[in-house]
């Protein structure tokens, strides 16, 4: 009974939306993606379809599974991916400092509703796993959680979001997914709506790099439309401390909201808030 179901909801999902969405991660800029940036990395054409082999394939064929990456389940090597994907040559394009809040940035080329998720992965030794991705979910800033709602416009669309306190890699494997929401199907609760059911994805990988705030060489991520590089600076951890240093000997700092949730998260807001005077107030909050 649950199998025929699954197969009717399917066939309405299909029949709803036969077309397809776009899209591509360009901050950090993904391994597909990367040449557009002007990464000496292999060109790929077909960035913006990392659809899991497309909706009817993922569901009908692979039973929803995909890549990591966006490729479909069953490509062997899948181009995306380490160690013998073409496009996964390592090639770290972007760096962020220890509990940083970054912002992820996706070119949308045909809109169909639907949210962002964002994870990584700290030590690839060959390929990020579902399973290393999902213990590690990067928070939204604004401390509203974890999926990002995206608005109706096509073009790029972009989210702030919050490094994990205590991570802390020389290579990461940032992963970007786009779940669709254009397609009508049964929700949790019982009732049919449009987004609910199974969704059109795309997915995408990126490799970079997340390093200690207060190391010797710190380094400042600079970007704008058509480029993307990291510049040393060569701060010590006293300049630093000098630069920002907040006077607040009784003021205790804890982490607010969803935040809460993070391992380290009042650590990293005792340290940031009390000693570096970086305090976002959607992540900590401070007590005399």
Known sequence: MKDMMWRKLLLVSMMVCTCHGHGRLIVPPSRASAWRMGWP????????QGFCGGFSHQYEINGGKCGVCGDAWEDNPRPHEAPDGLYATGTITQQYAQ???????????????GHFEVRVCPDPKVEATEECLQEHPLMLADGSGFKYNISLHTGKHSVQLVLPPT????????????????????CEDGTGAL??????????????AILPPYSRRRFMVQHDSTSVTAHPMNHTVND???????????????????????????????????????CPLSQCECNM
Not at 173 to 185: D, I, T
């Open 99 to 113: 509990g940083q809040v970054i912002t992820l940035t996706a070119d949308i080329t045909s809109n169909h509703r």
């Open 41 to 48: 990395t292999p060109i790929d054409y077909n960035d913006n």
């Open 195 to 208: 987004g609910c059911g199974p969704q059109e994805e795309f997915r995408a990988c990126a490799d970079v």
């Open 167 to 186: 991570l802390v890699c020389k290579h990461c494997v940032l992963q970007w997914r786009y779940v669709a929401g254009n397609n009508w199907g049964y």
């Open 240 to 278: 630093l401390t000098l630069l920002h240093k907040k006077e607040a000997k009784h003021e205790v700092c804890r982490a607010v909201g969803s935040w809460k949730l993070v391992p380290g998260a009042d650590m990293w807001c005792s340290k940031n808030c009390i000693h570096v005077g970086q």
